[in-house]
């Protein structure tokens, strides 16, 4: 018996041992039980049932004498006394054996736990017992559920339980030596320790966020947690509320209404806050053989799944420390028809034998609806009977279950039910338990929450963990933040009291990026633009300081209860309470909304469907707008109080010219809490922006706290719900999504540090991960491309390494990210980054075979190359081939396939244990990337924040690829763009030559008058000729369904080039007709007039004789201008603003070359001194399978190209002669006629040619030619006005003769 014991058949042990008393080889007494137990299993079923019953009235009826009563009360107590010190011995010698007597009690920190260790790396089997806990928390980290069959078999010699009379050779063995086994013989060993044994060890020795930590993952791999916990060392009980408090779980329970059955669910709900009934189980005796945890898993999974460890026993001594305790699981409906049960259910198991273990079974009466005995009614005795007397005259349900009767069912009881197990299968016992379940909790009062049960503990002098002096004074200040919150309706609360991060900060960011993309310049230079727009910046941080200086109740509150504690911590327990409070608040009101989003999402499809009328799908988007605004305003989080607390150092930082001491305390409480493991915000998610400035002195705290420590960092990347959280959580143990019903928006970063014994062996000391907001599917309704765009670019080359994960093996919405991010690196090659990206493919059914892995893998890298050659080429990047050109990536050990999560049907299925394995094989992958990967790509910790703040602006600055889906739209869009721009010079060339026709006839006298009539007449034709065009290639080209969504769009825009070329054309002919009448009319008078100069040329001098100086000659000539010239005209309305063209140079440049990166500081600090030359790195592309063999240019082609730029700007210079030398004024369509030059001579040099000139270099080339052009320009500009605004003719045929008449007045005084 013993040697079957040892080897963990305890059930065989007891029939062996049954067996043998009736046998007759006990003692007496056991023989007559024995005996009497007989009988009464060979008793009939009615003769049992009768027998039973009388049994029960007798022993209910008895009462215990006095004496018995002092016996039971004396000799109990110095038995426990003794057991509690031997339990006390027994309990330091396995922690010893765990090497965990440092950690005891309750010394084990998250800093011990959430480190990257050599374990992570090599093994999670244990070498010693010591390292058992180390490897439980491995397997538990990873979601492993096998972490219960963990045992370490090192200690064990196979020979050591054989008898000594045994070792002798197999020739000596006789049959009487093999089978005669004596137990003076056998020698005492030393047995393996109890897998529970380790999980309650590393829960008496961890504090209460590594005991919360460890509950969340053993609730995810289904075991049942710990609910009442006994001291090894004491005879305490502890309720562990705080550490329960974070459980969370889902469920869908079917409603009935008459005949109509509809699902609720719940989703991701703190199971400490509802109300649930609570099924208790509990073994009365010592000699009861069914398993009770083994018919709770019955009940729970039908056995699929050992949610209660169940093959533990009293008389089994590996387990030291289950007895007396009392676990808890819950039972989550799915909605499905097998479910067992309707609604949520608790079903608690106290460990051991009920008797001994009277406050818990009291705490187990207090707070159960029904309580579930098992037991054996030949193990009847005076305590057993005090204890049932007890339960039968509770007003709560009752069902007993006796293990030797059978065919015994008190179907029409109230709520006291008693069935007989005996010749049941488990199936069986758990459909009769079901039944009765269900019917006696329909009868049962209102449950209880399980923070409630707080009540009842205390009434039984346990000791709870939240009573702690930290747990109250955080719980306190958590409250006063409540209830400052719920003063405020919900989706006001971000509006009047976190109002810097709202439309301020908003606004904010958009003058920012516009800074940067100018994208609204307009009428105005770029330094001119970008002054406005700093004043508007600095304007928006005042009143933002305004806000601070006024500083809410709330942001007192938290300033105050994040002071960091370095011994108590107490701002971590103030952020759990205040997560949790917050999750209250504002829960109900988001599930509701969300409903309404899902119901109106489901109303605007449906309307896209029938292609209803474009205004009633316009007012359900109105509806769905509105929805989701108040969703975004009513989500609430501690993540968005760290916001404001940003959003307050920067707003001081900038407005303020004093050193305000929250400068200095904001970022250092940020980075305190950065370090102790709390996710910070990287990037808002709100407003999809970078707070540089906050975020630099987050790092800069970092920094001097940490000693500037080598940091490796782990971007990851994913689809909203393809499983990203949940990766991260089992590969690191972070838990990023903080408020109740959303997932992480923006980036968030996580510090995690590395074993100090393995920073040498990987080349740094951190793990930075940036986990970022799941990425929405593409068929979304008015998907903004841009936010999603960005915010993948900038983790991707932030990261050393960026885990990209994917639901499935459909790559096809993460590529389309993939392809702009490829752009977007390629655009910003200045900074020099070379990222690495790994596949995770989630949820893979079938097994790949090698076969179908290397065709998978040659797809793929095909796939990836594809569109990495089809950037490449869009951004002429002639150096780039593949895809590992730009993002370092090796198809054969970057991808890695998961299997499914859940072993089973959510919500009470498993983990998979190989979802685990594959967690395990990707966390190695990555750490031996990390450790692979160059020292120099390695940065500090001060490094990065300078990483972040190049990136972010490149990022910024970039005001074209972000606006697109993919490379395809890219490439469509440029192709369109091209054809748009050939029939803008079409209207414009057309336009110019109308001009021209116009000028000759007006110049010739034959018009005298041109209305707007008649220039729309000769414009509107080649306007609906190019607009047919449009139209046809929108309709024709192979890329029109991409094309559709723009087509609105260039439809106005050339509508609004003719109005604008049109409105020219108008004022021109306008100028030119009055400038022609000025002219006649001026040389219709002038005659006259020069003949009265001669006349009176005498005049100029004196009475005394004297020459007039020039003062009193201007004064007579004018006042004779006057009377005869000037007053013949008369006033003329204001003429038009004259063109600002360098202002126009700008923003021609602007749109035309608006794809080129960095287009807008090319243009700003353009040199217009530097003369144009030719760069061929960057001016020229070469055939790149050319290249391979010879120089990228050859000096020929060099020729060429030398000959055909001199051409270029020659032919420009005589374009821009031709346009002086007609005297038709300035026009904007001279700088595109520039362009136009430009493009067709550059194109036409390309043609039949190896090589090709870029858009750089018509781009620095247009630069100088403009500048030189634009000289010209203004000239043309002055005379053009000169001859045709009266005023100014005038004035000039003023400074001519008043010139002649000075001249001939000195004349005629040299003559006299």
């Given at each position: 018996?013993?040697?079957l014991k040892?080897i963990?058949?305890r059930?065989l042990?007891?029939k062996?041992r049954?067996?043998?008393?009736?046998?007759?080889?006990?003692?007496?007494k056991a023989?007559?039980?024995?005996k009497?137990?007989?009988?009464?299993n060979?008793?009939?079923?009615?003769?049992e049932s009768?027998?039973?019953s009388?049994?029960?009235?007798?022993?209910?009826?008895?009462?215990?004498?006095?004496?018995?009563?002092?016996?039971?009360?004396?000799?109990?107590?110095?038995?426990?006394d003794?057991e509690?010190?031997?339990?006390?011995?027994?309990f330091?010698?396995?922690i010893?054996?765990?090497?965990l007597?440092?950690?005891?009690?309750?010394?084990?920190?998250?800093v011990?736990?959430?480190?990257?260790?050599?374990?992570t790396l090599?093994?999670t089997?244990p070498k010693?017992?010591?390292?058992l806990?180390?490897?439980f928390?491995?397997k538990?980290?990873?979601?492993?559920?096998?972490?219960?069959?963990?045992v370490?078999?090192?200690?064990?010699?196979?020979?050591?339980?054989?008898?000594?009379?045994?070792?002798?050779?197999?020739l000596e063995?006789?049959?009487?030596?093999?089978?005669?086994?004596k137990?003076?013989?056998?020698t005492?060993?030393?047995t393996?320790?109890?897998?529970m044994?380790?999980q309650m060890?590393?829960?008496h020795?961890?504090?209460?966020f590594?005991?919360q930590?460890?509950?969340?993952?053993?609730?995810?791999?289904?075991?049942a947690?710990?609910?009442?916990v006994?001291?090894?060392?004491?005879?305490?009980?502890?309720?562990?509320l705080?550490?329960?408090k974070?459980?969370?779980k889902?469920?869908?329970?079917?409603?009935?209404?008459?005949?109509?059955?509809?699902?609720?669910?719940?989703?991701?709900?703190?199971?400490?806050r509802?109300?649930?009934?609570?099924?208790?189980?509990?073994r009365?005796?010592d000699?009861?053989?069914?398993?009770?945890?083994?018919i709770?898993?019955?009940l729970?999974?039908?056995?699929?799944?050992?949610?209660f460890?169940?093959?533990?026993?009293?008389?089994?001594?590996?387990?030291?420390l289950?007895?007396?305790?009392?676990?808890?699981c819950?039972?989550?409906?799915?909605?499905?028809?097998?479910?067992?049960?309707?609604?949520?259910?608790?079903?608690?198991?106290l460990?051991g034998n009920?008797?001994?273990?009277?406050?818990?079974?009291?705490?187990?009466q207090e707070?159960?609806?029904?309580?579930v005995?098992?037991?054996?009614?030949?193990?009847?005795?005076?305590?057993?009977?005090?204890?049932?007397?007890?339960?039968?005259?509770?007003p709560?349900?009752?069902i007993c279950?006796?293990?030797?009767?059978?065919n015994?069912?008190d179907?029409?009881?109230?709520?006291k039910?008693?069935?007989?197990?005996?010749?049941?299968?488990?199936i069986?016992?758990a459909?009769?338990?079901t039944?009765t379940?269900?019917?006696?909790?329909?009868?049962?009062?209102?449950p209880h929450?399980?923070?409630?049960?707080?009540?009842?503990?205390k009434?039984y002098?346990?000791v709870?963990d939240?009573?702690?002096?930290?747990?109250q004074e955080a719980?306190?200040?958590?409250?006063i933040?409540?209830?400052i919150?719920?003063?405020v309706?919900?989706?006001?609360?971000k509006?009047k009291l976190?109002?810097?991060?709202?439309?301020?900060?908003h606004?904010?960011?958009?003058?920012d990026?516009?800074l940067h993309?100018?994208?609204?310049?307009?009428n105005k230079?770029?330094?001119?633009y970008?002054?406005?727009?700093?004043?508007e910046k600095?304007?928006?941080?005042c009143?933002?300081?305004?806000?601070?200086?006024n500083?809410?109740d709330?942001?007192?509150c938290l300033?105050?209860?994040?002071?960091?504690?370095s011994?108590?911590?107490?701002?971590?327990y103030?952020l759990?309470?205040?997560?949790?409070?917050?999750?209250?608040?504002?829960?109900?009101?988001?599930?509701?909304?969300?409903?309404q989003?899902?119901?109106?999402?489901?109303?605007?499809?449906?309307?896209?469907?029938k292609?209803?009328?474009?205004?009633s799908?316009r007012?359900w988007?109105?509806?769905?707008?509105?929805v989701?605004?108040?969703?975004?305003?009513?989500?609430?989080?501690?993540?968005?109080?760290?916001?404001?607390?940003?959003?307050?150092?920067?707003?001081?930082?900038?407005?303020?010219?004093?050193a305000?001491?929250?400068?200095?305390?904001f970022?250092?409480?940020a980075?305190?809490?950065?370090?102790s493991?709390?996710?910070m915000e990287?990037?808002?998610g709100?407003?999809?922006?970078?707070?540089?400035?906050?975020?630099t002195?987050?790092?800069?705290k970092?920094?001097?706290?940490?000693?500037?420590?080598?940091?490796?960092i782990?971007?990851?990347?994913?689809?909203?719900?393809?499983?990203k959280?949940?990766?991260?959580?089992?590969?690191?143990?972070?838990?990023?999504?903080f408020?109740?019903?959303?997932?992480t928006?923006?980036a968030?970063?996580?510090?995690l540090?590395?074993e100090?014994t393995f920073?040498e062996?990987?080349?740094?000391?951190?793990?930075?991960?940036?986990d970022?907001?799941?990425?929405q599917?593409?068929e979304l309704i008015?998907?903004a491309?841009n936010?999603?765009n960005?915010?993948?670019?900038?983790?991707?080359g932030?990261?050393?390494?960026?885990l990209?994960n994917?639901?499935?093996?459909?790559l096809?919405?993460?590529?389309?990210?993939?392809?702009?991010?490829?752009?977007a690196?390629?655009?910003?090659?200045?900074?020099?980054?070379?990222?690495?990206c790994?596949?995770?493919?989630?949820n893979i059914?079938?097994?790949i075979?090698?076969?179908?892995?290397?065709e998978?893998?040659?797809?793929l890298?095909e796939?990836?190359d594809?569109m990495?050659?089809a950037?490449?080429?869009?951004?002429?990047?002639?150096?780039?081939?593949n895809?590992?050109?730009?993002?370092?990536f090796d198809?054969k050990t970057?991808?890695?396939?998961?299997?499914h999560?859940w072993?089973?049907?959510?919500?009470?299925a498993p983990?998979?244990?190989?979802?685990?394995?594959?967690?395990?094989?990707?966390?190695?992958?990555?750490?031996k990337?990390?450790?692979?990967e160059?020292?120099g790509?390695?940065?500090k910790?001060?490094?990065?924040k300078v990483?972040?703040?190049?990136?972010?602006?490149?990022?910024v600055?970039?005001n074209?690829?972000?606006?697109f889906k993919?490379?395809?739209?890219v490439?469509?869009m440029?192709?369109?763009e091209?054809?748009?721009?050939?029939?803008?010079?079409?209207?414009?060339?057309?336009?110019?030559?109308?001009?021209?026709?116009?000028?000759s006839?007006?110049?010739?006298?034959?018009?005298e008058e041109?209305?707007?009539s008649?220039i729309?007449?000769?414009?509107v034709?080649?306007?609906e000729?190019?607009?047919?065009?449009?139209e046809k290639?929108?309709?024709?080209?192979?890329?029109?369904?991409?094309?559709?969504?723009w087509k609105e769009r260039?439809?106005?825009?050339l509508?609004?080039?003719?109005?604008e070329?049109t409105v020219?054309?108008v004022?021109?002919?306008?100028?030119?007709?009055?400038?022609k009448?000025i002219?006649?009319?001026?040389?219709k008078?002038?005659?006259?007039?020069?003949?009265?100069?001669?006349?009176?040329?005498?005049?100029?001098?004196?009475?005394?004789?004297?020459?007039l100086?020039?003062?009193?000659l201007?004064?007579?000539?004018?006042?004779?201008?006057?009377?005869?010239i000037?007053?013949?005209?008369f006033?003329?309305?204001?003429?038009?603003?004259d063109?600002?063209?360098?202002?126009?140079?700008?923003?021609?440049?602007?749109?035309?070359?608006?794809?080129h990166?960095?287009?807008?500081?090319?243009?700003?600090?353009r040199?217009?001194?530097k003369?144009?030359?030719?760069?061929?790195s960057k001016?020229?592309?070469?055939?790149?399978?050319?290249q391979?063999?010879?120089?990228?240019?050859?000096?020929?082609?060099?020729d060429?190209?030398?000959?055909?730029t001199?051409?270029?700007?020659?032919?420009v210079?005589e374009?821009?002669?031709?346009?002086?030398?007609?005297?038709e004024?300035?026009?904007?369509?001279?700088?595109h006629?520039i362009?136009?030059?430009?493009?067709t001579e550059?194109?036409a040099?390309?043609?039949?040619?190896?090589?090709?000139?870029?858009?750089r270099?018509?781009?620095?080339l247009?630069l100088?030619?403009?500048?030189?052009a634009?000289?010209?320009?203004?000239?043309m500009?002055i005379?053009?006005?000169?001859?045709n605004?009266?005023v100014?003719?005038?004035e000039?045929?003023?400074?001519?003769?008043?010139?002649?008449?000075k001249?001939l007045?000195?004349?005629?005084q040299?003559?006299?």
């Open positions: 018996m013993e040697v040892d963990n058949q059930d042990a007891e062996f049954q067996a043998m008393e009736k046998s007759g080889s006990s003692t007496d023989t007559k039980k024995s009497k137990r007989k009988q009464d060979e008793a009939g079923p009615d003769e009768n027998a039973l009388k049994k029960f009235r007798n022993i209910f009826s008895k009462k215990k004498t006095p004496n018995e009563s002092a016996s039971c009360s004396r000799d109990p107590q110095s038995s426990n003794k509690v010190i031997t339990k006390h011995q027994h330091l010698d396995l010893r054996r765990l090497n007597e440092s950690y005891y009690p309750k010394k084990m920190t998250n011990n736990i959430f480190l990257i260790s050599k374990t090599y093994d089997e010693t017992e010591g390292d806990p180390l490897c928390l491995e538990l980290l990873l979601l492993d559920y096998h972490l219960r069959y963990l370490y078999r090192g200690n064990i010699d196979p020979t050591s339980t054989v008898s000594q009379t045994l070792r002798t050779t197999e063995r006789t049959f009487q030596d093999f089978f005669n086994i137990k003076t013989q056998s005492t060993i030393q393996n320790i109890h897998p044994d380790i060890a590393i829960f020795c961890a504090d209460d590594i005991r930590y460890v509950l969340n993952k053993l609730s995810i791999c289904q075991f947690l710990p609910l009442l006994p001291n090894p060392c004491n005879s305490q009980i502890e309720f562990p705080w550490a329960l974070q459980i969370r889902s469920w869908r329970e079917v409603e009935k209404t008459g005949w109509e059955k509809t699902l609720k669910n719940y989703n991701s709900q703190l199971i400490s509802r109300p649930i009934h609570v099924v208790s189980f509990i009365v005796g000699y009861v053989s069914t398993s009770k945890s083994q709770l898993n019955t729970l999974s039908k056995g699929k799944h050992d949610h460890f169940h093959n533990f026993r009293k008389d089994n001594n590996r387990c030291l289950l007895e007396g305790m009392v676990e808890i819950w039972f989550c409906p799915g909605g499905r028809a097998e479910d067992r049960f309707e609604n949520c259910i608790a079903f608690t198991n460990h009920a008797e001994i273990h009277e406050s818990q079974v009291k705490f187990l707070v159960s609806s029904v309580t005995i098992l037991l054996s009614t030949s193990d009847f005795d005076e305590k057993i009977s005090s204890l049932l007397h007890e339960y039968w005259k509770l709560k349900a009752l279950l006796f293990e030797n009767v059978e015994i069912m179907e029409n009881s109230a709520h039910v008693r069935i007989g197990i005996r010749n049941l299968n488990n069986e016992l459909d009769k338990i039944a379940l269900t019917q006696l909790l329909k009868k049962s009062g209102s929450s399980l923070t409630n049960w707080a009540n009842f503990a009434k002098d346990f709870i939240e009573d702690q002096k930290v747990c719980g306190k200040k958590a409250v933040l409540r209830n919150l719920e003063k309706k919900l989706h006001e609360i509006e976190l109002p810097l991060q709202g439309s301020l900060w606004d904010w960011c958009k003058k990026k516009e993309q100018l994208r609204e310049k307009r230079s770029i330094e001119e970008r002054n406005d727009i700093e004043k600095q304007k928006i941080r009143e933002q300081y305004h806000k601070v200086i500083f809410s709330l942001m007192n300033q105050e209860s994040l002071q960091t504690h011994e108590t911590h107490t701002e971590l103030f759990q309470e205040l997560s949790t409070l917050m999750d209250e608040l504002i829960t109900e009101e988001l599930e509701k909304l969300h409903q989003h899902s119901n109106l999402l489901a109303q605007v499809r449906t309307e896209k469907e292609q209803s009328k474009r205004d799908l007012d988007k109105d509806d769905l707008d509105a989701t605004k108040k969703i975004n305003n009513s989500t609430l989080g501690t993540e968005h109080l760290l916001r404001e607390v940003g959003q307050i150092y920067e707003a001081l930082e900038e407005a303020s010219s004093k305000h001491t929250l400068l200095l305390s970022p250092q409480m980075a305190d809490l950065m370090i493991g709390t996710p990287l990037m808002d709100d407003a999809s922006y970078v707070p540089l400035k906050w975020v002195a987050v790092f800069d970092v920094s001097e706290k940490l000693k500037d420590k080598r940091v490796f782990l971007s990851v990347l994913g689809l909203k719900n393809s499983g959280s949940t990766l991260l959580n089992a590969m690191f143990g972070l838990q990023f999504s408020s109740a019903g959303r997932c928006r923006g968030y970063m996580q510090l540090k590395v100090e920073t062996e990987l080349g740094f000391d951190f793990v930075l991960v940036v970022t907001e799941g990425l599917a593409s008015n998907k491309w936010k999603e960005e915010l993948a670019t900038f983790v991707i932030l990261g050393n390494l960026t990209i994917i639901f499935g093996k459909d096809s919405e993460i590529q389309d990210i993939l392809q702009i991010a490829i752009h690196f390629l655009r910003i090659k200045q900074l020099n980054i070379s990222p690495r790994l596949f995770v493919h989630q059914d079938e097994i075979d090698t076969d179908q892995s290397m998978r893998q040659r797809w890298q796939r990836l594809e990495t050659l950037a490449a080429k869009h951004e002429q990047c002639s150096d780039v081939s895809f590992n050109d730009v993002i370092k198809v970057h991808i890695h396939y998961f299997t999560l072993e089973g049907f959510p919500p009470m983990p998979n244990p190989c979802y685990s394995h594959n967690v395990q094989d990707l966390k190695r992958r990555i750490l990337h990390a450790k692979e160059s020292r790509s390695i940065l910790i001060s490094e990065i990483r972040i703040r190049d990136l972010w602006k490149a990022l600055n970039e074209f690829i972000f606006w993919n490379t395809q739209e490439l469509a440029n192709k369109l091209a054809m748009y721009k050939s029939w803008a010079w079409e209207m414009r060339s057309h336009v110019l030559d109308l001009q021209s026709q116009l000028n006839q007006i110049q010739n006298g034959e018009v041109i209305k707007r008649l729309d007449n000769r414009v034709g080649k306007h000729n190019i607009k047919q065009e449009l290639y929108f309709r024709e080209d192979r890329d029109r369904d991409i094309l559709a969504q260039f439809e106005n825009d509508k609004n080039l003719k109005e070329l020219e054309t004022r021109k002919c306008g100028d030119l007709i009055s400038g009448k002219q006649d009319l001026f040389k008078h002038i005659v006259k007039f020069e003949h009265k100069l001669e006349k009176i040329k005498g005049m100029a001098v004196s009475p005394s004789g004297k020459e100086h020039d003062k009193e201007r004064d007579l000539f004018n006042k004779i201008w006057s009377e005869n000037s007053i013949l005209f006033p003329t309305l204001p003429s038009a603003e063109p600002d063209i360098d202002i126009e140079l700008e923003n021609i440049l602007l749109e035309h070359f608006k794809q990166p960095n287009i807008v500081n090319i243009i700003r600090y040199d217009a001194k003369p144009f030359s030719i760069n061929y001016h020229v592309i070469t055939s790149q399978n050319v391979i063999y010879g120089p990228s240019v050859e000096d020929f082609e060099k060429i190209i030398e000959k055909k001199a051409q270029i700007i020659q032919l210079k374009t821009t002669h031709t346009r002086e030398q007609r005297n004024g300035y026009s904007s369509s001279y700088f006629e362009l136009q030059v430009i493009d550059a194109e040099a390309s043609q039949g040619e190896r090589f090709m000139l870029t858009n270099y018509k781009l620095e247009a100088q030619l403009f500048q030189e634009a000289k010209s320009f203004k000239k500009c005379t053009f006005k000169r001859a605004n009266p100014l003719y005038l000039s045929k003023r400074e001519e003769y008043f010139a002649n008449f001249l007045s000195k004349t005629s040299n003559i006299d």
